[in-house]
């Protein structure tokens, strides 16, 4: 074709509003996470009900591409225990989608409901999660923010399935990722040390939360003053560069060898000797009898209501002082438009987060190694100081930044990256 006869920036053509509120009744939101808001949606022809997940272009690039990437992998998927897509809108200022409607309970909520639970149930629920994962491992998918509050039950009769949720994140592996992406406390060591990684990761989540799920606590944590984010997250961090974790008394002295070996082949710190989530679906205690029928509830009801209730309060704090700053960032956005690259800006101005300083990476080297080589505590020390890593509640809000390509805020970037 002659070079005239190109068009260059031919216009996209986007759909009306109006065609969105023709097909589908949008309800009122239902609740807003980090970079969408979601609504119940009636379809105003057959009358059933959907879940729609709004995208608004304005809070940014970052959501923007979020979007754009969740429909790209929802397109690919077809399992019966992962959530479908269903449908899909992009307008001038908006991105819809609409996916089937979850109306059972998270896992938690299920639990705390039952009078009966056993190593059975958990291991009901891990099949299924491990089935959805598979799948999506032979798509070459890496889910990368596979935890418990992405995991619904699709209805609330008695044998409902479990469905998985939520694939902002996602992302094909063509070759191996480097950024880091997820939830802290269910990051993979390979992502917290700045390796290469890929589908190993998914597995390493699994394994977390099969052990939050027997037990009612998480494998990592720190005991310090609740007020220093800072030295927990070091903490939480250089726990999981090494694998150091246990089998606590008396939460686990019900629990059979066979969940305990599954949960530490999961979380096996070198990836390479990690099993794949399809070698954890032929293990005795998915696929055999293994798992115990012990009535293990009271102490993990005991338990998660300790750890995880003051958890999820506070996460909903963080979202929705997130979506205010999102929502701000249009004129912070603006204001700072002017500002050659590199300028200061005040801190205390939404939207604006001061740049980072630079260097570190020879120093994240050596705390790594450290970290993993030696026991003593005036070695932890000495690598807890040469990290430097962000509080909780801001590696909650940099989630989406680290996950688009942008220098991660987890851990200083190594030379030659």
């Not at 089935?131 to 935890?147: F, T």
């Not at 942008?406 to 200083?412: A, F, G, R, T």
Request: glycine share 6%; aromatic share 8%.
């Amino acid at each position: 074709m002659p070079f005239g006869c190109l068009t260059l920036g031919e216009k996209k053509d986007y759909n009306s509003p109006s065609e969105v509120t023709d097909k589908y009744d949008l309800g009122q939101i239902v609740k807003s996470e980090e970079f969408c808001e979601i609504f119940r949606a009636k379809d105003r022809n057959t009358l059933k009900m959907y879940t729609c997940k709004k995208f608004h272009k304005k809070d940014g690039r970052k959501v923007r591409k979020a979007a754009k990437n969740e429909i790209m992998i929802l397109k690919m998927i077809k399992h019966h225990n992962i959530l479908q897509l269903v449908d899909t809108f992009e307008t001038k200022k908006e991105y819809f989608l609409f996916l089937e409607l979850a109306t059972g309970r998270e896992v938690f909520d299920w639990i705390l409901d039952q009078g009966y639970y056993s190593e059975r149930d958990t291991s009901n629920v891990m099949r299924q999660v491990l089935e959805a994962v598979a799948y999506l491992h032979s798509l070459k998918i890496v889910h990368r923010n596979l935890k418990l509050e992405n995991l619904v039950y699709f209805n609330r009769l008695k044998h409902s399935k479990i469905v998985i949720s939520d694939f902002q994140l996602a992302k094909l592996e063509n070759g191996l990722i480097r950024d880091p992406c997820g939830t802290p406390e269910y990051l993979a060591p390979e992502v917290v040390g700045r390796q290469r990684y890929g589908r190993p990761v998914d597995c390493w989540a699994i394994g977390v939360i099969m052990y939050i799920l027997l037990s009612g606590n998480p494998p990592f944590y720190d005991d310090g003053d609740e007020d220093d984010s800072d030295s927990r997250d070091k903490n939480l961090f250089l726990k999981i560069l090494s694998g150091d974790y246990e089998f606590d008394s008396p939460y686990w002295d019900d629990i059979s060898d066979s969940a305990k070996n599954l949960v530490a082949s999961l979380m096996e710190v070198d990836q390479d000797q990690r099993l794949t989530a399809q070698e954890a679906i032929a293990h005795e205690w998915i696929s055999g009898n293994a798992a115990s029928d012990k009535n293990i509830k009271d102490g993990v009801c005991a338990q998660i209501e300790k750890n995880f209730a003051k958890a999820k309060w506070k996460k909903a704090v963080r979202v929705t002082t997130l979506m205010k700053r999102l929502r701000a960032s249009e004129q912070g956005d603006s204001a700072a438009a002017g500002l050659a690259p590199g300028a200061s800006a005040d801190p205390n101005t939404p939207g604006v987060t001061p740049a980072a300083p630079a260097g570190g990476g020879g120093l994240l080297a050596a705390a790594i190694k450290a970290g993993l080589s030696e026991k003593a505590s005036d070695t932890q020390t000495a690598t807890m100081s040469a990290l430097s890593l962000p509080s909780a509640a801001r590696q909650e809000e940099q989630q989406q930044s680290r996950c688009n390509g942008d220098i991660p805020q987890v851990l200083p970037p190594r030379k030659g990256d």
